[in-house]
């Protein structure tokens, strides 16, 4: 078993060691996957949500600069540890209340699970009201597994939610779009194949070019299928840190 699969599927907790054998373990199997597909523009995104300061200290010791968590107040209080060269990504769920305290993160690169109008327009409001000075990066969280606990707009929904961002959010840009998917093990997951459509979709009837608009997708389970696929960010966290004791969200 390589160290990338252990990390994945063990319960022991990783040490600082064994999470940089992990990182690079999942960096040379991206590379792989994009070499394969014939693609450029795919980042990693470390999520560590949950995790130890120690275990994301020795990836950024790595070189690891995109980090995502889920919980805003996790990730405030780690924004204020870490180097300010990290650029984090928020993909939990989003409540209008935390707005603000996430808009205040400087080093926020991007919100990817904005899935309805509400939560865009505080995050509008947010954004105004703590003054930053460049708009703050968003993409559309779309629901493609149908399933009820997940978060995301419904298929199709993405276009009217996307025009309400680029027409009403002024100090909001629309980067792209995101989904979290249904466990599929096929090369080719039912999930990401919407994604893609509802990306195609959104810049049609934005009039920009799709490459304006990037692919999150693919975490540690099938971003390799992801990049196949078009991904442009994969988010990948158990198999860098080690299994999280509770579940994720
Ligand atoms: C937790 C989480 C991930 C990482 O999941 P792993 O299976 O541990 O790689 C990716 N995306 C989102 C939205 C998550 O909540």
């Not at 204020?80 to 400087?106: C, R, V, Y």
């Not at 459509?197 to 693919?218: C, I, N, P």
């Not at 299928?225 to 299994?243: L, Y």
Request: proline letters at 4%.
């Amino acid at each position: 078993m390589d160290a990338s699969t252990e990390a994945g599927s063990g319960t022991a907790k990783l040490n600082e060691h064994d999470v940089t054998t992990a990182l690079e373990s999942v960096r040379s199997r991206v590379n792989k996957a994009k070499a394969d597909a014939g693609r450029e523009d795919v980042q990693l995104v470390a999520v560590s949500k949950t995790k130890p300061m120690e275990l994301l200290r020795a990836a950024y010791d790595n070189g690891q600069r995109h980090f995502g968590e889920n919980y805003v107040q996790e990730l405030v209080s780690k924004a204020e540890q870490m180097p300010s060269d990290i650029k984090w990504h928020f993909i939990g769920p989003l409540q209008t209340n935390k707005a603000k305290a996430l808009a205040s993160i400087a080093n926020l690169h991007v919100v990817e699970t904005v899935d309805r109008e509400k939560a865009a327009s505080a995050l509008e409001k947010a954004v105004v009201n703590v003054g930053r000075d460049t708009p703050l990066n968003v993409m559309v969280q779309v629901n493609t597994s149908g399933e009820e606990t997940k978060s995301g707009c419904v298929p199709g929904d993405s276009i009217q939610l996307a025009r309400a961002i680029v027409n009403d959010c002024p100090h909001l840009r629309l980067v792209g779009l995101m989904t979290i998917g249904a466990p599929d093990t096929s090369d080719e997951p039912a999930a990401f194949k919407i994604l893609k459509e509802e990306r195609d979709a959104v810049a049609q009837a934005l009039g920009s070019s799709v490459d304006s608009l990037q692919l999150s997708m693919g975490m540690s389970g099938d971003f390799e299928a992801a990049i196949k696929m078009g991904s442009n960010s994969v988010r990948v966290g158990s198999t860098i840190f080690g299994a999280r004791e509770y579940p994720r969200k």
